[in-house]
T-cell receptor, first 110, second 112 residues
Framework: QKEVEQDPGPLSVPEGAIVSLNCTYS??????FMWYRQYSRKGPELLMY????GNKEDGRFTAQVDKSSKYISLFIRDSQPSDSATYLCAMRAGAQKLVFGQGTRLTINP | EAGVTQSPTHLIKTRGQQATLRCSPISGHTSVYWYQQALGLGLQFLLWYDEGEERNRGNFPPRFSGRQFPNYSSELNVNALELEDSALYLC???????????FGDGTRLSIL
């Protein structure tokens, strides 16, 4: 069983829709949770970083962490074609390596 | 502020050769991480350097090695290249401690 599970998609939604991306994990030692966005032929770009259960909002993006269920989510409101990319969840215990999900390929259709 | 820079962008080698990849972290960052992103395998942790010392390595053979220089830049060396080493190699940097990691755009290594 992988430490981090993420539905690879692909996921295709119309412009303006609310997008929900999810990851589950098995290692209860994970304390820090991140979402990255990766465009084709580019490196991952940090979108959200959190270390506590609950919600964190940044513009159109909301990250949600539920440590009791070992489940994290990223919500994108008012989705735009420029949001089309691969979204990666990542997590770690302390100042250690990041463990990534497989990534979800998202397409926003105009 | 300049981001993480990696060179070269693309590297083509043949089996058995050696490859050297380079990374310059964001100014003020002392930790450098290396990851491999191979098709179908996702991002896998390779190495972590902090303040000049190797702190952790992933489940990769010893022919993957590296070092961090006094200016915190880093290089990744891959010896005796194999076809399955073809991948995007990503470098990330962070401030000391459990801080967010920021990535460069990677070096695409192709083994012929």
């Amino acid at each position: 069983q992988k430490e981090v599970e993420q539905d690879p998609g692909p996921l295709s939604v119309p412009e303006g829709a609310i997008v929900s991306l999810n990851c589950t994990y098995s290692n209860s030692a994970f304390q820090y949770f991140m979402w990255y966005r990766q465009y084709s032929r580019k490196g991952p770009e940090l979108l959200m970083y959190t270390y506590s259960s609950g919600n964190k909002e940044d513009g159109r993006f909301t990250a949600q962490v539920d440590k009791s269920s070992k489940y994290i989510s990223l919500f994108i409101r008012d989705s735009q074609p420029s949001d089309s990319a691969t979204y990666l969840c990542a997590m770690r215990a302390g100042a250690q390596k990041l463990v990534f999900g497989q990534g979800t390929r998202l397409t926003i259709n105009p | 502020e300049a981001g993480v820079t990696q060179s070269p962008t693309h590297l083509i080698k043949t089996r058995g050769q050696q490859a050297t990849l380079r990374c310059s972290p964001i100014s003020g960052h002392t930790s450098v991480y290396w990851y491999q992103q191979a098709l179908g395998l996702g991002l896998q942790f390779l190495l972590w350097y902090d303040e000049g010392e190797e702190r952790n390595r992933g489940n990769f053979p010893p022919r993957f090695s590296g070092r961090q220089f006094p200016n915190y830049s880093s290089e990744l060396n891959v010896n005796a290249l194999e076809l399955e080493d073809s991948a995007l190699y990503l470098c990330a940097s962070s401030e000391h401690g459990p801080q967010p990691q920021h990535f460069g755009d990677g070096t695409r290594l192709s083994i012929l």
